[in-house]
């Protein structure tokens, strides 16, 4: 079967703010693999099946080589070049692998559960906060970005105090590519790496008790070190942040599973899981074909770039039944929401650990939480921009 190629859809339809664009659904109900036109007039494709995403993101004769990629974005000739030494998420194997192996250990199920303690108390002092401050707060300020941000930055060595400086890089760095020149970006990624770069070189002479002090005792130059950094930090920063805000908000927009989450504590569990899959923040993942590959009854071409659609593939109705219905209850395993094989989101453990303490916590001091403004004034992120993380910039609520 042939199609003519598709431009990627990424307006989210008004009032629908947690279902990927209709445009998008409507192209994966008929073809799990469609010709996509990009922007420089690259034809590549769009992978929209959660079968064939998962096949894809399995499959080492595709690559996660940002510089080989191309955007389907107007506007934008090439993803951004690889962020220099350690940058591993955009490296294949055997670089990858070298750098995945020396840092799988220190992010066990294990190790990010002995942190929950912390985490816990992080939590509880913001809601502490929250309650003296009384409402309306602005629930992304004072919840969902501390407390991940706190946490990343204990675990790396980070300087919390310093955070003024690199959270504006990073939200440069990842936001929407209308708002931040390409310029910009590359500042942003400059600066970061100055910043961690510093952090390294002290660290190598006064160690302390945190993850990069522990890795300048191996095998890593200073400059790979400061790529892993500038990498952890950035993906440890936003994307907690975005679950956080955005999860909570889709609950308030389901009350009666918000209802069940307060009565039910025990279904934090699946309720993290379930968000992950309705809401996928990152929604779109991206590939390049090595050598001809036959997919799907297609020859996907040496080259071309693989747009997989994550945000309808977690919404695929041969993999999830109702998929377009959050249930908290429906613990959906296989979920693409942290992607899937070798690149899989290192920080997973720790990302579910905050997510279950702090939306356990949430619902249980604030029961009563409720928005503060109407539904359609809450500020998304990047809602035009598909390949950038989505969330809530701000989330005004009260109790
Ligand atoms: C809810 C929060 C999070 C989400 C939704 C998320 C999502 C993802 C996804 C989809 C990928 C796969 C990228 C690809 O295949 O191209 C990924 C990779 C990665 N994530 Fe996360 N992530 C989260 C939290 C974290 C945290 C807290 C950390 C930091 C410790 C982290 C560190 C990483 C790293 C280092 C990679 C690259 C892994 C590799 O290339 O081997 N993530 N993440």
Not at 118 to 145: C, N
Not at 163 to 181: I, P
Not at 314 to 326: G, Q, Y
Not at 336 to 350: E, M, R, S
Request: with cysteine; glycine share 8%.
């Amino acid at each position: 079967m042939t199609h003519t190629a598709v431009e990627l859809p990424t307006q989210r339809t008004p009032g629908c703010p947690f279902d990927p664009p209709a445009e998008l659904t409507r192209i994966s109900a008929e073809s799990s693999l469609t010709p996509l036109a990009f922007s420089d007039g690259h034809e590549g494709w769009l992978a929209t099946g959660h079968t064939l995403i998962r096949r894809v993101l399995a499959d080492p004769r595709f690559s996660s080589r940002i510089e080989l990629m191309h955007s389907p974005l107007p506007g934008s000739q090439r993803m951004e070049p690889p962020a220099g030494p350690g940058f591993f998420i955009s490296m294949d194997a055997p670089e990858h692998t070298r750098y995945r192996k020396l840092l799988t250990g220190k992010f066990t199920v294990r190790r990010m559960k002995l942190l929950t303690e912390r985490i816990e108390r992080v939590t509880t002092e913001h809601l502490d906060a929250m309650e003296r401050h009384g409402g309306p707060v602005d629930l992304v300020a004072a919840f969902a970005q501390p407390i991940p941000s706190i946490v990343i930055c204990e675990l790396l060595g980070v300087p919390y105090e310093d955070r003024q400086s690199f959270q504006d890089d990073v939200a440069t760095l990842f936001a929407d590519e209308d708002a931040q020149t390409r310029d910009e970006q590359y500042e942003a990624l400059g600066a970061l790496r100055t910043y961690v770069g510093r952090l390294v070189a002290a660290k190598r002479v006064t160690p302390t008790d945190d993850l990069l002090s522990d890795l300048t005792t191996g095998e890593l130059t200073d400059d790979e070190l400061t790529g892993i950094g500038v990498l952890l930090l950035a993906a440890g920063l936003d994307t907690t942040t975005n679950m956080l805000a955005l999860g909570t908000f889709a609950l308030l927009r389901h009350p009666d599973q918000w209802a069940a989450l307060c009565a039910e504590p025990e279904l934090v569990d699946s309720a993290v899981e379930e968000l992950m899959r309705y809401l996928s923040i990152v929604p779109n993942l991206a590939r390049v074909a090595l050598e001809d590959i036959e997919l799907d009854g297609h020859l996907v071409k040496a080259g071309s770039t693989v747009l997989l659609a994550s945000s309808v593939a977690n919404r695929d109705p041969a993999k999830f039944a109702d998929a377009h219905t959050l249930d908290l209850r429906r613990n959906p395993v296989g979920h693409t929401g942290f992607g899937h094989g070798v690149h899989q989101c290192l920080g997973q453990q720790l990302a579910r650990v905050e997510m279950r303490v702090a939306f356990t916590a949430l619902a249980a001091r604030f029961p009563g939480l409720r928005l503060a403004v109407p539904a359609d004034e809450v500020p998304l992120r990047n809602a035009g921009n598909s390949t950038a993380i989505y969330g809530a910039s701000a989330l005004p609520v009260t109790w």
